[in-house]
């Protein structure tokens, strides 16, 4: 078996024991690697004490410079001894502490480069190696890696808990918990589903663990393929950056993706089914068989985040989930946060070059997870499902325990399909941004154009292969539109709809056609389509607010959850952009949705209640006072209704003992999250300013104070105070997030709400304070904000 190297470079084997100081939060690490070298070794290493380099009898010299360990071994062929010693810091990334409840635990989150923190390695997703762990720790605190337990036996004072081997795997998805852990397990054949939490929890934990077992049932049908370790853990982290993590056998959760009871809102239930069906996926799709290097983190991420859709609408058909695939949380899956972010230059390719950590961490967006997915779907529906699968399934055993491209990939469904997968693909994933397809009708025929769609209002000519249905009378045809303008015969045209259930990655525009358009059958899907492009249209100045707001007209009584919950969105910004204008269309609109959902009692109804509460709340004060009430029996509201009730309750009473109290009081993070979000509506300024400092106390977890800033964003007349709040305390919130990506996407979306009526503060602020692990977000952010800034200004002339 070759093994895994880059060059003149190969690892076999990394034997590693960590003698862990719990309490004290260091470690001294004792690492043998095994592997080959033509000249001197280089690794990669980051704020660990190196103190000895060695093979049998000799010692090695070595030197440090930023990231790199050059040690001077020659050509070298066996194992090396590496002695170091580390500090484990309260952060985010590479082995950290998590405090709850006045202790913590130890635990790592090694994606994409923080492996280095934690032991000198080749950290480089194509070098994958063996990993032998072990642990020296308390005698009364539990460790947790990819593998089972081999065997714990005595050394001194401590106990060592050694793991069994791992398969060949990259050095970013290894893991390593240590803490005081309950655990709860199931079986699904031979595989253990073992969910590990703080002391207390493993209750909330049943729901993951159900859904994990019915979704490995699942994978193991899709991929063809079995599961390939002998456990899961699915572990409850109390501080945790990213939603979830997929480390190989040991899936990392924020602990509010993981845990469900019957207080929990739907969109927390299926955002927790979500999850866990996503970092199963990927156990195959990115564990088994993993990406040569980042520039294609997009064909892990994208497909993860696809089939994790697929696998939850097998296992919950009455969620009709795929609604949350058009929009829905998270944002970065959606096709309206894909057609959103990709409409800016400051985009970036599907697969994109990338280099530094920094640079790396700020491309796991709505790129690389929900235009990726959106573009597979596509071509999903171009080869049909069954092809589609049967190409991912050869792709993974033909690269299992290995890497691949996405070359790879699209050579397997070519060879599957017989259709010219490279020649599509190569082009949607090289190319940024995405098509308008303008549709209009010469001498009986229908035509075609396509050009680069731009929030800007510019276009550029490029020309995509485009994968398009054409629905004529109820008929549909696929075409592939390889060329700029395309012409289709459309004899005796009743009623027209281009790109029906919206499955290709593009625009349509309608001229002079919208009659027919309004003749066919439309889904869910194609309404949403409609209700999104318009707006897109209309941020981008190639429709003006009336025409807009005809669009709307046409759903003022939508039945469908989709297209009303993105309305609700879309009047839910232009609300906080241009309140006067917009308040009463907003507060009608919303009222009759109220109306509409009144006797409904499905999970998506019952979402959709929630949401049009919240918007309402936030519109229309006599609402807020009436359902402010509600709040006195808090315990007995809805959970889909909770965050509206306690919103409603701030914003009518200002009542912030009261809601302090309710914070410090519950031991959900949901429902913290909910008081904080609430408090965060809070009609009088100095309460705001209040929320705003206890923040960054250090009371509120560190992973959720961004979603303290990112609620605050989205209340109307928040926005001068967060904006001066946000300048006098930007290092802090930096401090918090450091070397994660996080914060690249807050800026994407704040910016342009908070710089509307500021345009050169704000550019002149962020220009002055550059900030190279947010530099895409800010860059995008600023994009953004020009385009709001041009509407604002429009609509107020109107
Ligand atoms: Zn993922």
């Known amino acids: 078996m070759p093994l895994g190297g880059s060059g003149t470079m190969q690892v076999e084997e990394y034997d590693l024991v960590i003698d862990l100081d719990f309490s004290n939060l260091k470690f001294k690490g004792k690492l043998l690697i095994k592997l080959r070298t033509e000249e001197d070794l280089v690794l990669n290493s980051v704020g660990l004490d190196i103190g000895r380099v060695s093979s049998g009898e000799s010692v090695f010299r070595f030197s440090q410079k930023d990231e790199d360990l050059t040690v001077e071994t020659g050509r070298f062929d066996g194992i090396l001894q590496i002695d170091y010693a580390g500090s484990i810091p309260n952060s985010l990334a590479g082995i950290y502490s998590a405090p709850y409840d006045h202790t913590h635990i130890v635990t790592t989150h090694l994606e994409a480069a923080q492996a280095r923190r934690m032991f000198p390695c080749v950290d480089r997703p194509d070098v994958k190696a063996e990993f032998k762990l072990a642990v020296k720790i308390d005698k009364d605190l539990e460790a947790i890696s990819n593998m089972p337990i081999k065997s714990v036996g005595q050394d001194g004072q401590k106990k060592r808990v050694n793991f069994e081997k791992t398969p060949r795997m990259s050095t970013y998805l290894l ?102 069906a996503h970092e199963l996926a990927h156990q195959w799709f990115g564990d088994l068989v993993t990406m040569k290097w980042w520039d294609d983190i997009w064909l892990n991420e994208s497909f993860a985040t696809f089939v994790s859709y697929k696998a939850v609408n097998k296992l919950h058909p009455d969620w009709k989930i795929f609604n949350n695939f058009f929009n829905g949380d998270p944002k970065v899956e959606t096709l309206a946060g894909a057609l959103g972010r990709d409409c800016l230059k400051n985009t970036h390719p599907i697969e994109v070059k990338v280099k530094s950590p920094d640079e790396i961490e700020q491309i796991f967006d709505a790129i690389s997870y929900g235009k990726g997915a959106h573009v597979l779907r596509m071509i999903e529906a171009y080869l049909g499902e069954e092809a589609f699968r049967q190409g991912v399934s050869r792709y993974l055993s033909t690269h299992a325990y290995s890497n691949a491209t996405g070359n790879d990939l699209w050579s397997m469904l070519e060879a599957v399909s017989g259709k010219p997968v490279k020649r599509i693909m190569s082009h949607w994933v090289r ?42 009378n109820g008929e549909g045809r696929r075409i592939l539109m390889e060329k700029t303008e395309e012409i289709v015969e459309a004899k005796g045209l009743k009623s027209l709809k281009v790109n029906p259930d919206y499955t290709g990655f593009f625009l349509v525009k309608y001229v002079g056609l919208d009659a027919l358009l309004w003749e066919s059958q439309l889904s869910p899907f194609d309404k949403w ?100 009430e509600d709040f006195r029996d808090y315990a007995k509201v809805a959970p889909d209704m909770k965050q509206a009730v306690a919103l409603a309750y701030a914003r009518s009473t200002n009542d ?11 031991d959900s993070d949901e429902d913290k999250l909910r008081f904080l979000n609430a408090m965060t509506g809070f009609a009088d300024e100095a309460l705001l300013r209040k929320t705003l400092g206890f923040a960054l106390t250090g009371e509120v977890k560190r992973q959720d104070v961004i979603a303290v800033i990112g609620s605050t964003a989205e209340k109307p007349h928040a926005g001068d105070i967060l904006w001066s709040w946000l300048q006098l305390n930007i290092e802090k919130i930096r401090e918090l997030y450091q070397n994660t990506g996080v914060l690249s996407g807050l800026f994407g979306s704040l910016i342009p709400i908070l710089g509307v009526g500021r345009v050169q503060e704000v550019e002149s602020f962020f220009n002055k304070h550059t900030m190279p692990e947010s530099e895409m977000g800010v860059r995008a952010g600023l994009e953004r904000l020009r385009a709001y800034d041009r509407l604002v200004k429009s609509i107020m002339q109107t």
Do not use: C
């Open 175 to 276: 893991y390593l918990g240590v803490g005081k852990f309950e655990t709860r397990t199931e079986k699904l054949g031979k595989t253990e589903i073992i969910v590990a939490t703080t002391p207390g929890k493993t209750k909330l934990g049943k729901f993951a663990q159900d859904e994990a077992r019915r979704a490995i049932e699942y994978f193991n049908s899709y991929y063809g393929l079995p599961y390939s370790l002998p456990k899961v853990h699915l572990i409850g982290v109390p501080e945790f950056a990213m939603g979830a993590m997929e480390n190989w056998g040991a899936i990392t959760f924020r602990e509010v993706m993981l845990f469900v009871d019957a207080n929990t809102s739907t969109r927390i239930k299926m955002r927790s089914s979500m999850g866990v």
């Open 529 to 628: 389509g409609l209700v999104f492009d318009a707006f897109l249209f209309l941020l981008s100045g190639r429709i003006a607010f009336k025409e807009y707001l005809e669009v709307l007209n046409k759903f003022a009584k939508e039945a469908s959850v989709l297209p009303a919950g993105e309305i609700s969105d879309e009047l839910g910004l232009l609300h906080i952009l241009v309140p006067s204008k917009v308040a009463e269309i907003a507060k009608e609109f919303h009222h009759n949705q109220l109306e509409l959902l009144k006797d409904k009692t499905d999970e998506n109804s019952s979402m959709l209640r929630g949401k049009v509460a919240y918007r309402l709340a936030l519109v229309d004060g006599g609402y807020a006072s009436k359902l402010a």
């Open 431 to 472: 190319e940024p941004g995405y098509p308008i397809v303008t549709v209009s009708l010469r001498d009986g025929m229908l035509v075609l154009r396509q050009e680069r769609f731009l929030l800007s209002g510019e276009t550029e000519d490029v020309t995509w292969p485009i994968p398009i249905v054409i629905e004529v």
């Open 656 to 666: 912030f003992d009261g809601l302090m109290k309710a914070y410090r009081g519950s």
